[in-house]
């Protein structure tokens, strides 16, 4: 048909890169043992998909590049081969295998190395969903490319409004690009100290007509001349493609190559699984048909419905499902209850189960009265035991290598715990949606996925000292996760209280309690309090100087135990014996907090064996 | 190192159909006559290279893929048709070369003898089947390729002078229909731009290029304008067995409108639109294929896309009663006449194969 | 074969089996030839006649009678054969059996396109009982189909009450409504899905009556009205309106009653315009398709 | 959203359309209540929003090479207001804002550069949005007059600003009414008002029209204020402004200056855009107010007399015939029921948001309708509330027909003849309502009510900008509608009504009662529009 002509008369063959895998172990403990590639996506491979689209955008030459559980990817290429699968008949795929690349970049190098491409290619990273027809803007760099020399990729974008759930607050980003949509500014928002970023001059200089993008969601698909590889290779600090992108920004003059961007629209869709959360929006997008002709294999009135419900998965009566997608074959008991949830095929809910904003892997086992709530990611194969409680945890079904004891949970379910460079990593894991909280919350457009900006948002207008209290837990949360000098972060919690012209008692207190409050919003164990307590033990060296300053710490201390129940009372404890062992409370300070204290308050009864000792350690003296 | 999997498709037989359906998939943008030569060469490949016997074994090779298609593509009306009416024409053939050779007719029966249906077997092995299929195959494709020129050519006597025509998106028949008949007499064209706007302009923009007066106007203003429209001329995507119509979505509510201003509502469709299957309006599954929401509501309408569900469904269902004619190639009939034109092109026993 | 024997015959058919008036008396008329005392083609057809006559004296419909046997005779009788008349009797029995035989299953044919009309949650209006539509309904409740029924009581003789019963054993939601609500519950039901005594040449159709009021009340709610009937009810009349029925439709034993006006019709006509699909054992027919296959049937 | 802007809103009652809109109309409300702070805010905020018009416009003009500085100047326009207080806005608001303001600033370039006309893209007008929330909170803060004559001060160079460049993107504006001079009604005979934005920018300078009544007219012909009840009071409004700002000249009859006043501004606004049937009646009636009047008493009486004339003009006419009538439609909504509705009218957002808060459960199913998707505002302002909704075009109708169980729609005015004349495509949904006979409510309050009478959606009619059809943000590819070449045989229409016919529609809610359309001349005998 005319495409086939077309290629005829194009000449050179289209061809394209995957790249298989994703560095991140985002998808642990799944990716353990199935590649992220082969993560079912409303019951089909992702890989599946991404070929579709391929195929259908005219592509005729897959390279897919694998680094991880290579076997079962080329066993399923083959089988949906031979079951000839469409993209299987005029696409032809090889399957690169390195195990030695540890990332994105890794791979371009590799491939370089290999020399397998011939002229400008397509590359995708992991995950991608889209429908984008490839040929106009392979022609459209192929043209930019005539025009100027220094041309090497084109990156496509596509217009997604703030807050919609296809849009991830990952690629939450600023791009300036000339009238001929070149590149010249290109930022990722989410990094941004404060929400405010500087512009340089040159990029006005540069050309007469700039204009700033924010509204964009990052399709994961560009279009590269053949000379991006080599790039790669000269330039081994490039892990990924925003690397790439930002060291070509940064010394354009040197590499003197520069970067397009193209803006797909109408009805072309373009998604992509980066993280639990894009999984779970890609799903309902596709669901919806956004990537249409791109859809799942489902029957018409399943789009009624706004579950998923896969082949020969039976749904009782009495079964409260919202929200979720089932995979094949899922056997489900009595008055189940299941919410913004993926179940995967072959899974076993017993009775009264209930699985809230979570992933339960393949052919799990999950008995009578288990509550499995907050992103906590099931594995394969695992077996939960009857009324266990799971929150935001990860566990799979074979042993780890370092396990301590209370992290086996039954014969077929390991807590995984993730090494502290990974702890990072997963704090900042994008959580699933709860679609309920998001058709409740009336936003205005402003609301964006992650929670704490929707607290403010919403909130209408607070008094000085409130908004102080916010002010301050930014700045910690943002100083610990980027972790910047407490220095810094004294200076901008000083300047903001200047703007609210607060007290210096009321700071130490909200200072104190901002800090409780941040461990409070995560409460993942004693080991990761300490390590925030003495992360910021310069700002409390800071405020802690004299003895009132210990009684606004304590108030706070009093504050936070009484408003919040989850202080269990070892909590109130450990907090005053490290206060106390730093020594940023002295004996007295803590004991005559003590003796005021209303002895009917729930904690204070916790507290006074504390206060005991203390009291002996006098005496001894 | 670049490890290539050479596996064999196994089911080789059916690779052929699969590369069909592949294509019809690739290239749903391309109209539904490129399908129905497709189809045609496909059948003929099928004949000439597959390994048949007798007319009974080439009919199962085609019901079965018909199956396959009917499966993977369930929209997919025009080669299942062409497959369908490949069915008639083998036993045609088989009949006349066996009248040939014994001399006695086997004229097909009156449903009064049932039982005397398929007294034929079709299992006798005739040489010269195949050559003559071929043949019948070759002319049928001629005539595909000039059904088009006979539809628009019958243009004139449908459209007169300073008539005002109405028409919804593009139909590459319409166009021409339109075309061949500006050669002849002076009108005025009203396009809607339907739901997939770029067509509308695309066909609207044409039509001006051939220097016919063209207004285009959204699919909103047609009731207003209906007055002084004086006919209503549409492509159909299928027509249904009871001589309703499967559209393009929106046509319901324009043929409701022509309806209310008694506006003449015709329909131009090739032979091999017309499907043997009678469905009602409340049969969900055969109408109701959804396209992309980008097309009602744009994907950067920000949140509120998390809330709201949004339908975009490609077809309407015409009713007959709504439908004044139906062009086709052999010239016009009414909508109750199609399942006359049905049993000319099929076999009853073939209609849900 | 005494008019006696011939009447009992046909009753005990009807009585004891569950078929309709139809094959009944065509296998009535099958007895007749089988035990008939003549000894020629000419006394034969007499034979036939007057049962047929019999028949229609019966308290059943005659519609349905007539255009069975009417079909049958000219079906067995094709090509006269000119052979003695023991060999003409044989071929005669052999193909009324071939008749026989095909009609029985007609009726699947039927219930198997008609069947497919029932998606899930769609709500049917019937009128009186008809077997097809019986099946029809047990066939979709078989595939698991969630589906309503609303039946019509039918008066006189209440057999919509009939239906309902066989509903009731085979599990089927239904609704026992009066004639006269019809028009109430049309705007709630999704299509109309009746049988017929017998199918004229016009398309329309003859039916218990309170079949056209339903149609009428169909078509102004532009809701699908489907006829369900076998072949063989297919007869060559062109009833121009109510009052052109032949009175032995419109009448039990009409003869014995003079004033028409007192006495209630027993049956209605259904013009094609109010018909939407006619589903037989032929395939599925549009109105105007009857005509044309009746043409090809008789000429 | 807080408690005191969503009361101020209610206050307003009948916000029209587009968000741009809503935020003018938020202006004009206001105005009404003469607290002087806050009319200098509003007029703050209907500057950078002129003020960046004025930008594309001089873009189309000229060559966009000076845009950035431009953005500069008018981003420092805005922030004005806001940074004043320096205790009234926390720290992060302000940083917030300043980041929005930079993208919208930003945007606005994008917009320029890309000739993508008014229309502003997503996230600028949630910039703007919330800009004018925070300006408005600030304002309730500031009652210290003094920093807000200076900031008058600041505004009224850039209102100059506007005029100039009005005038100067004159030709830009031209090319676009070319397009149809008059040449559609050739083939179809059809006594249209042409459709020329032209005349409102020639009239900008002329004396004795009240500011108020341009920028109204900028307004209405920008579509900005859509929707008959939002122009109508707008409108009034504006009226309101006028009545309090005019002085008499001495020896002249104030009455009679005013009407004279008037007649320029209405011929004006006339103009701009035909003046919907809403409006002609406020403003009969108003004119009857005002000869009622004896001209013996001083004045401010007069004044008196008038503005409260037009606030229970408002509240009478429009905010309590709302209630009424969403008290009636409130009995028709039954638990379990989908309600299909077109486009977006205030009247029908506020019927189905308070049959919501009295705990009915409905589904809503929203049919845009191209090239005005006004659908997508009324979706946004109904998933806002929390209402389930769905969507179509209007060629999915018959897709979700068969599921609706009532359709609720508004109108532009009820004819005499009991036709219904409502955005275009509304006889189409009734259509097929009518096809798959399910009833049709149509709600309109009675001061909507038209002498007129009409069988046909052609003989009275407004056309619309034709370019809109030509916006092609939502297509694949630019549309070919666009090449230079056979401009004669082409033309566009884009009619804003259609009138449909009486037996189509099942009732008409008024709040007087529910009565068949038939009933219309009946309603205005009993309640004459003129008196």
């Not at chain 1, 955008?57 to 699968?85: H, N, P, W």
């Not at chain 1, 050309?207 to 993008?213: A, T």
Request: hydrophobic share 35%; net charge negative; charged share 25%.
């Amino acid at each position: 048909m005319y495409n086939k002509n077309e290629i005829i008369h194009k000449g050179n063959i289209v061809q394209a890169v995957v790249v298989a895998d994703e560095f991140e172990d985002k998808f642990i403990p799944i990716t353990n043992e199935v590649p992220m590639s082969l993560l079912p996506l409303l019951n089909k491979p992702l890989l599946d998909y991404t070929l579709e689209f391929l195929y259908l955008g005219g592509v005729e030459e897959t390279f897919l590049f694998c680094c991880s559980q290579v076997d079962m990817i080329k066993e399923y290429i083959r089988k949906s081969i031979e079951a000839s699968a469409a993209w299987s008949l005029n696409m032809k795929i090889h399957i690169l295998v390195s195990e030695s690349c540890r990332s994105f970049g890794d791979c371009l190098r590799d491939l370089d190395a290999k020399g397998l491409l011939r002229g400008d290619f397509i590359l995708l990273e992991p995950g991608v969903v889209s429908n984008i027809n490839l040929r106009p803007i392979l022609k459209k760099h192929k043209e930019v490319v005539k025009k100027d020399k220094g041309a090497v990729i084109t990156i496509v974008y596509q217009k997604a409004g703030v807050g919609q759930i296809g849009r991830s607050a990952e690629d939450d980003i600023v791009v300036a690009v000339d009238h001929n949509n070149r590149v010249l500014y290109h930022k990722k928002t989410r990094l941004l100290e404060d929400k405010r970023i500087k512009l340089p001059v040159e990029i006005f200089l540069l050309s007469d007509e700039v204009s700033m993008l924010h509204n964009l969601k990052d399709a994961h698909i560009a279009v590269c001349s053949s000379s991006v590889l080599p790039i790669f290779s000269d330039n081994f600090d490039f892990q990924t493609r925003d690397d790439f992108i930002k060291g070509l920004l940064m010394n354009e003059e040197i590499m003197g190559s520069t970067i397009y961007l193209h803006l797909i629209r109408g009805s072309q869709y373009g998604g992509a699984v980066t993280n639990w959360q894009n999984y779970q929006a890609v799903s309902w997008e596709l669901k919806d048909r956004w990537a249409y002709p791109l859809v799942p294999s489902l029957k018409e009135n399943n789009l009624l419905k706004d579950n998923v419900i896969g082949n020969g998965t039976i749904v009782p009566h009495d079964a409260n499902i919202s929200r979720c997608v089932i995979g094949n074959n899922v056997v489900l008991g009595k008055n189940i209850n299941l919410e913004d949830s993926f179940i995967m095929s072959n899974c076993k809910l017993e009775d009264n189960v209930t699985i809230n904003l979570s992933v339960i892997g393949n052919s799990c086992t999950i008995r009578k009265g288990s509550k499995i709530i907050e992103n906590t990611v099931l594995g394969n194969g695992v077996n939960i035991d009857q009324n266990t409680i799971l929150k935001n945890q990860l566990i799979q079904a074979t042993k780890p290598d370092f396990c301590e004891k209370e992290d086996i949970l039954g014969q077929y379910a390991f807590r995984l715990k993730p090494d502290e460079d990974e702890d990072e990593i997963l704090q900042k894991l994008p959580r699933l949606h709860n679609m309920k909280e998001s058709i409740e919350t009336s936003d205005d457009g402003f609301s964006d996925s992650d929670d704490e900006n929707l607290s403010y948002t919403q909130s209408p207008v607070l008094d000085d000292t409130k908004l102080f209290f916010t002010e301050v837990i930014d700045s910690l949360t943002r100083g610990f996760e980027d972790d910047l000098q407490c220095d810094n972060l004294i200076l901008e919690i000083n300047s903001s209280r200047y703007a609210y012209n607060i007290s210096v008692k009321e700071v130490n207190f909200n200072v104190i309690k901002a800090i409780l409050h941040m461990y409070l919003r995560q409460p993942t164990g004693q080991r990761y309090f300490s390590q925030l307590l003495s992360y910021f033990s310069p700002i409390l060296k800071n405020y802690i100087r004299n003895e009132s300053a210990m009684q606004d710490c304590l108030q706070a201390i009093e504050d936070v135990a009484i408003t919040n129940e989850e202080l269990k009372e070892n909590w109130i404890v450990f907090i005053l014996n490290w206060f106390y062992n730093e020594n940023y409370l002295s004996e007295e300070s803590i004991s005559n907090w003590g003796r005021n204290l209303d002895q009917s308050a729930k904690f204070s009864v916790q507290v006074k064996p504390f206060l005991k000792w203390l009291e002996e350690a006098d005496e001894e003296e | 190192m670049a490890t290539n999997i050479e596996v064999e498709h196994n089911n080789e037989d059916t690779l052929d159909v699969m590369q069909l359906i592949s294509d019809i998939k690739h290239s749903q943008l391309i109209n539904s006559y490129n399908t129905a030569t497709r189809t045609v060469d496909f059948l003929k490949s099928l004949i000439s290279e597959q390994e048949w016997t007798t007319a009974q074994e080439l009919m199962d090779l085609v019901k079965k893929r018909m199956k396959i298609i009917s499966t993977s593509l369930p929209y997919e009306v025009v080669s299942l048709n062409i497959l369908r009416h490949s069915l008639k024409l083998i036993r045609e053939e088989y009949r006349s070369i066996l009248k040939k050779k014994k001399g006695e007719d086997l004229s097909p029966p009156q449903f009064v003898t049932p039982d005397y249906r398929e007294v034929l077997d079709y299992s006798e092995t005739l040489p010269d089947l195949k050559a003559r299929l071929l043949d019948q195959l070759t002319e049928y494709k001629v005539e595909m390729e000039t059904s088009c020129e006979n539809i628009a050519n019958q243009a004139s006597e449908h459209i007169h002078t300073n008539e005002t025509v109405l028409t919804v998106g593009r139909s590459h028949t319409v166009e021409r229909f339109l075309i061949s008949a500006a050669k002849k007499t002076t009108f005025e064209v009203i396009v809607a731009e339907s739901s997939n706007i770029l067509e509308g302009h695309t066909m609207a923009n044409n039509l001006a290029e051939a220097d016919i007066g063209t207004t285009l106007i959204p699919d909103t203003n047609v009731f207003a304008l209906m007055p002084r429209v004086n006919k209503v001329i549409i492509g159909t995507d299928t027509v249904m067995a009871n001589g309703g119509l499967r559209a393009q979505a929106g046509l319901y509510v324009v043929a409701l409108a022509a309806q209310h201003y008694s506006v003449p509502f015709m329909a131009l469709a090739h032979m091999y639109k017309f499907t043997p299957v009678y469905v009602g309006p409340h049969d969900k599954t055969t109408f109701d294929l959804l396209g992309s929401p980008a097309d009602v509501l744009p994907y950067s309408s920000g949140p509120m896309l998390n809330k709201v569900k949004v339908f975009n469904p490609v077809f309407d269902y015409i009713p007959p009663e709504l439908v004044t004619l139906i062009i086709t190639q052999q010239g016009g009939n009414a909508p109750s006449y199609v399942y006359r034109i049905l049993t000319e092109l099929y076999v009853q026993e073939d209609y849900d194969a | 074969m005494e008019g006696e024997e011939i009447s009992k015959y046909f009753l005990k058919i009807i009585e004891h089996e569950d078929v309709s008036v139809g094959i009944a008396a065509i296998r009535t008329l099958m007895e007749i030839i089988n035990k008939t005392a003549s000894t020629t083609v000419q006394g034969l057809d007499e034979n036939i006649k007057d049962g047929i006559s019999i028949m229609k004296r019966s308290h059943y419909p005659v519609a349905a009678i007539d255009s069975g046997c009417e079909l049958f005779v000219r079906f067995i009788t094709l090509t006269r054969l000119d052979t003695h008349f023991e060999e003409c009797k044989r071929i005669m029995l052999k193909r009324g059996n071939l008749y026989l035989k095909h009609h029985n299953r007609s009726r699947n044919t039927i219930v198997t396109s008609a069947s497919k009309l029932i998606g899930d949650g769609v709500r049917i209006l019937t009128h009186s009982r008809s077997r097809v539509v019986l099946q029809t309904l047990r066939e979709a409740a078989k595939q698991k189909r969630k589906f309503e029924v609303y039946v019509t009581i039918s008066e006189p003789d209440k057999s919509g009450l009939e239906l309902c019963k066989q509903l009731e054993i085979d599990g089927i939601p239904h609704v026992a409504i009066l004639d006269s609500s019809v028009g109430y519950i049309m705007e709630q039901i999704d299509f109309v899905m009746i049988g017929a005594e017998c199918v004229v040449e016009s398309g329309g159709v003859v039916n218990k009556i309170g079949s056209y009021t339903m149609a009428v009340c169909a078509r102004e709610m532009n809701k699908p009205f489907y006829v369900l009937t076998e072949s063989f009810k297919f007869s060559r009349l062109f009833p121009l309106g109510q009052q052109d029925l032949p009175l032995e439709y419109k009448y039990d034993n009409y003869s014995n009653s003079t004033d028409f006006k007192k006495v209630h019709p027993l049956v209605d006509y259904t013009p094609p315009s109010f018909i939407t699909l006619l589903f037989t054992d032929i395939g599925i027919l549009t109105p105007s398709a009857v005509s044309d296959e009746l043409i090809k049937l008789y000429l | 959203m807080d408690k005191k802007k969503q009361s101020k809103e209610e206050k307003v009652g009948a916000d029209g359309l587009t968000k741009k809109e809503r935020r003018a109309l938020k202006v004009q409300a206001r105005q009404t209540d003469d607290n002087k702070a806050e009319q200098k805010n509003i007029r703050q905020h209907s500057v950078p929003k002129n003020g960046e018009k004025s930008e594309i416009n001089q873009n189309m003009a000229e060559k966009g090479s000076e845009n950035v500085t431009e953005n500069g100047v008018i981003v420092e326009e805005v922030k004005v207001p806001l940074d004043k207080p320096e205790s009234g806005l926390s720290m992060k608001e302000k940083r917030k804002l300043e980041w929005e303001k930079k993208l919208a600033s930003v945007k606005n370039e994008n917009n320029i550069e890309t000739k993508c006309d008014q229309q502003l893209s997503k996230s600028e007008q949630k910039a703007k949005r919330r800009e004018i929330q925070e300006a408005q909170r600030l304002a309730k803060k500031n009652t210290v007059t003094k920093n807000t004559e200076e900031l008058n001060s600041k505004i009224s160079p850039e209102n100059k600003k506007i005029d100039s460049a009005a005038t100067k993107s004159f030709p830009a504006k031209h090319t676009c009414s070319k397009r149809f001079d008059g040449s559609i009604l050739s083939p179809l005979q059809m006594p249209f008002r042409d459709y020329k934005p032209v005349e409102l920018y020639d009239s900008v300078c002329l004396p004795n029209i009240h500011p108020a009544f341009i920028e109204l007219g900028v307004q209405y012909s920008s579509k900005t204020i859509l929707g008959s009840n939002a122009r109508c009071i707008s409108l009034l409004c504006a009226l309101s402004r006028l009545v309090k700002d005019l002085r008499t000249p001495p020896e002249q009859e104030f009455s009679r200056y005013l009407e004279l006043v008037l007649q320029k501004s209405t011929s004006y606004l006339q103009k701009c855009r035909p003046m919907s049937v809403s409006m002609t009646n406020a403003l009969k009636l108003f004119k009857s107010q005002l000869t009622q009047i004896d001209s013996n008493i001083p004045d401010e009486d007069i004044k008196k007399k008038l503005l409260d004339f037009i606030d229970t003009f408002i509240h009478d006419e429009i905010l309590t015939a709302g209630k009424a009538i969403s008290l009636k439609v409130l009995e028709k909504i039954s638990n379990g029921d989908i309600i299909l509705i077109y486009g977006c009218s205030s009247l029908i957002k506020r019927i189905l948001i308070e049959a919501f808060e009295s705990k009915k459960q409905f589904k809503v199913i929203v049919v845009d309708n191209r090239p005005l998707t006004e659908g997508v505002e009324m979706l946004r302002r109904l998933t806002k509330a929390g209402i389930d909704c769905t969507c179509v075009s209007i060629n999915g109708l018959r897709y979700v027909m068969a599921s609706v169980t009532k359709i609720v729609l508004g109108a532009h005015s009820l004819l005499t003849n009991g036709y219904v004349m409502s955005r275009a495509g509304t006889s189409l949904i009734a259509l097929a309502a009518k096809a798959f006979n399910r009833p049709v409510l149509v709600c309109c309050e009675t001061y909507k009510f038209s002498e007129r009478v009409q069988a046909d959606s052609l003989v009275y009619n407004e056309i619309g900008d034709p370019d809109i059809l030509l916006k092609d943000d939502t297509l694949n590819n630019p549309s070919p509608m666009k090449s230079r070449s056979k401009k004669r045989r082409r033309k566009f229409l884009n009619l804003l009504y259609d009138v449909t016919p009486a037996f189509l529609i099942t009732a008409v809610v008024t709040e007087l009662a529910i009565l068949p359309c038939t009933s219309v001349p009946v309603v205005l005998r009993v309640k004459p529009i003129e008196i």
